[in-house]
C-alpha cells in the first residue's frame, strides 16, 4: 500500500474525535479518511492518546467495508491506501447515529428501566441518534428526522430515505452478526452512519465501523468483551490499563480479517440430459457465480446411460466437497428422480420447458415416488439460487450475498415507487 502521503491532500473537509477527512485533488470525488491515535468516551470527556490506535482502527474498518462490500451492500469505501488511512467517496454525511440492538445493555437499559441485561430482541431493536455533542447526542423519533426535512448533497431526506437507511441498517447487522458467529462472538449491538454520495446522489454506508462502533462479547459472555466498553468502564486510566485496552483492539482487528475467509467451500453440479440444455445450464453455471459458488458442467443420461449417471454421482460424493446436484433434462425428466434415489445429498430438478409439450413434460419433474425428496425449480436463476440458500446455512460469505440481494430488491422497489410517485405528482 502506497503512503498517504504520495497523494496530494487539499483541504481538510472535517475533523472529528478520532479522524480528519481531506479532499484528493488528483482524485475528484474522493476522501482520504485518517484515523488517529486517539480514543474517547462520553462525547470525549475523557480521551487519551493509544499509540497505533490509528492502525488498528484502519484496519478493523478496512476489512468490515471489504466484507460488506463483497456481499453487495453499497458503501463509500474505495481502497486502503496506507497502515492509518483509507480512501473513500466523497460524502455528505446525515448527522444520525443509526443503533441496531440485538441484546439490551448499556444505555438501553438506562432508558427503559425494567428490562434487564440479556433480554434478545428478535426482530432487531432500531433506535436512532442525532449527532450533536453539545445535547449529548439525543435520542430521535423516525418523525422527527422527517420533520427535519435534511437536504444533502442535492437529496432530499423523506419517508423513502429513511425507510432504505432503516432497512439497510438491519441488513448490514445481520450480515455483520453472521460473519462474527464464526468467531465464536456474539455482535450484541452496533452503530453506523449513512451519506450521500455528492456524484451518485446516493445514499451510502459511510464514515467507519471499527472497534468504537460496536460491542463483541466472545461466546456471549459480557465478562470478556472486546470493545470500546472496556475503555468506558475504566475507574482509572494507567499505562496498563491502557495496554489492555489496546490489546483488546488488537484481538477485533486480527479476527475481522478472518472474516474474509469461507468456512465452507461447496460446489454445484449441473447434470444435463443432452448438449441441446447447455445454453440453459451455462444461466444456471453465471448465477452460481455471484454467489461465489464454484459449478460444474457434465453430461449424463440417467436413461440412457444410468451406469454412468451413477458413477458421476459417486465421483462427486467421494472427494467430502458439500454438493447440490442440479438435474436438467426435457421431456422425461429421469436424472433428477434416479439421483435424488441414489444419494443423500440435495437434488434440484430445474428441467429446460418447451412451449409444445412443457405442461405435459413438468411432470416427471413434479410427481415423485414416495422417498425422494428433489425439488423443482423451473428458473435458472432461481435454481442457483436455491443451492447457495443451501450452502449459506454453513458459508456466512455466501448467505451475506443472499442477505444482500434481498436488500438491493427491497431499495430498488422502493426507488422505483417513489419515482412513481413523482411522475404521478
Known sequence: ?????????????????????????????????????????????????????????????????????????KTAFVRQQSETAFVAAHCEMIPIEWVCRRV?????????????????????????????????????????????????????????????????????????????????????????????????????????????????WPAGDRSQQKDKQVYRDLKEVTPEAMQMVKKNFEWVSERVKLLLEPKACGRVVVLMGSTSDLAHCEKIRKACGSYGIHCVLRVTSAHKGPDETLRIKAEYEGDGVPTVFVAVAGRSNGLGPVMSGNTAYPVINCPPITP????????????????????????PDAAAQFAAQIFGLSDHLVWSKLRASMLNTWVSLKQADKKLQACSL
Open 356 to 379: 409444445d409439450w412443457g405442461a405435459q413434460d413438468i411432470w416427471s419433474s413434479l410427481r415423485m415416488p414416495s422417498g425422494l425428496g428433489c425439488s423443482t425449480v423451473l428458473s
Open 104 to 216: 439490551a445493555t448499556g444505555s438501553f437499559l438506562k432508558r427503559n428501566p425494567g428490562v434487564k441485561e440479556g433480554y434478545r430482541f428478535s426482530p432487531l431493536k432500531m433506535e436512532m441518534f442525532f449527532k450533536d455533542d453539545a445535547n449529548n447526542d439525543p435520542q430521535w423519533s423516525e418523525e422527527q428526522l422527517l420533520e427535519t426535512k435534511f437536504s444533502l448533497a442535492g437529496l432530499n431526506i423523506g419517508r423513502c430515505e429513511v425507510d432504505i437507511m432503516n432497512r439497510s441498517t438491519v441488513a448490514i447487522f445481520e450480515v455483520l452478526e453472521r460473519a462474527w458467529a464464526t468467531q465464536n462472538c456474539t455482535l450484541v449491538d452496533m452503530k453506523i452512519e449513512f451519506g450521500v454520495n455528492v456524484h451518485t446522489k446516493e445514499i451510502v454506508l459511510a464514515d467507519v465501523i471499527d472497534n468504537d462502533s460496536w460491542r463483541l
Open 1 to 73: 500500500m502506497a503512503p498517504a502521503s504520495v497523494l496530494k491532500l487539499g483541504q481538510i473537509l472535517n475533523e472529528g474525535k478520532t479522524k480528519q477527512i481531506f479532499e484528493l485533488v488528483d482524485e475528484p470525488g474522493h476522501v482520504l479518511v485518517q484515523s488517529k491515535d486517539q480514543i474517547t468516551a462520553g462525547n470525549a470527556v475523557r480521551k487519551d492518546q493509544m499509540e497505533g490506535k490509528a492502525a488498528i482502527a484502519n484496519r478493523t474498518t478496512s476489512c468490515v467495508f471489504k466484507l460488506l462490500q463483497e456481499a453487495g451492500i
